[in-house]
T-cell receptor, first 116, second 116 residues
Framework: GDSVTQMEGPVTLSEEAFLTINCTYT??????LFWYVQYPGEGLQLLLK?????DKGSNKGFEATYRKETTSFHLEKGSVQVSDSAVYFC???????????????FGAGTRLAVHP | DVKVTQSSRYLVKRTGEKVFLECVQD?????MFWYRQDPGLGLRLIYF???????EKGDIPEGYSVSREKKERFSLILESASTNQTSMYLC???????????????FGPGTRLTVL
């Protein structure tokens, strides 16, 4: 079945360090790919998305490229800040039925802790 | 901005009680979802609804039911709460996408339910 594998956390970095959070997926068809972020005590927010192969999603200094050949969507940021401390979820979509609705398949999440 | 609100941030109930979790969205979205979030398991879909009075089971519907009498409101019901239903519950909504696979889900802040 469809699934997502994210690197296990927690990931602990110093401020201004380079961040990579790996995400690989298995999905039928041609999914869209999302990264969501959950800050402490809050619900999930969309961070970025990509809808076709080689697309790069970007937001708030974060980037991820849709790699169909490796079924990956790794999240990167060149210089993290303390305010980036959160849990990050990778999520491809899966078509539920012919009506076009798509379900998100969530990974377990990766906790990022950034120290000053 | 899309706003998804949930009736309570924290809730404590006793085993066997009937529990209602309410979710309201203000963007006229067709789709609404209920997830539970548990450490190490990510988000798991309980139920979703693609229209008023329409519902579909997600991955873990056992022990839950839902109600959607109005487009903006989606309720999750625990008929007889049990301790293994202690969790964070997240509601989300999205627009009907048809053949477009880019529909983004917008999340509420979550309700942390404890069943004693």
């Amino acid at each position: 079945g469809d699934s997502v594998t994210q690197m296990e956390g927690p990931v602990t970095l110093s401020e201004e360090a380079f961040l990579t959070i790996n995400c690989t997926y298995t999905a039928t068809g041609y999914p869209s790919l999302f990264w969501y972020v959950q800050y402490p005590g809050e619900g999930l927010q969309l961070l970025l998305k990509a809808t076709k192969a080689d697309d790069k999603g970007s937001n708030k200094g974060f980037e991820a490229t849709y790699r169909k050949e490796t079924t990956s969507f790794h999240l990167e940021k060149g210089s993290v800040q303390v305010s980036d401390s959160a849990v990050y979820f990778c999520a491809p979509t899966r078509s539920m039925f012919s009506g076009g609705y798509n379900k998100l398949i969530f990974g377990a999440g990766t906790r990022l802790a950034v120290h000053p | 901005d899309v706003k998804v609100t949930q009736s309570s941030r924290y809730l404590v109930k006793r085993t066997g009680e009937k529990v209602f979790l309410e979710c309201v969205q203000d963007m006229d979205h067709e789709n609404m979802f209920w997830y539970r979030q548990d450490p190490g398991l990510g988000l798991r879909l309980i139920y979703f609804s693609y229209d008023v009075k329409m519902k579909e089971k997600g991955d873990i519907p056992e022990g839950y039911s839902v109600s959607r009498e109005k487009k903006e409101r989606f309720s999750l019901i625990l008929e007889s709460a049990s301790t293994n239903q202690t969790s964070m519950y997240l509601c989300a909504s999205s627009s009907l996408s048809g053949n477009d696979t880019t529909d983004t889900q917008y999340f509420g802040p979550g309700t942390r339910l404890t069943v004693l």
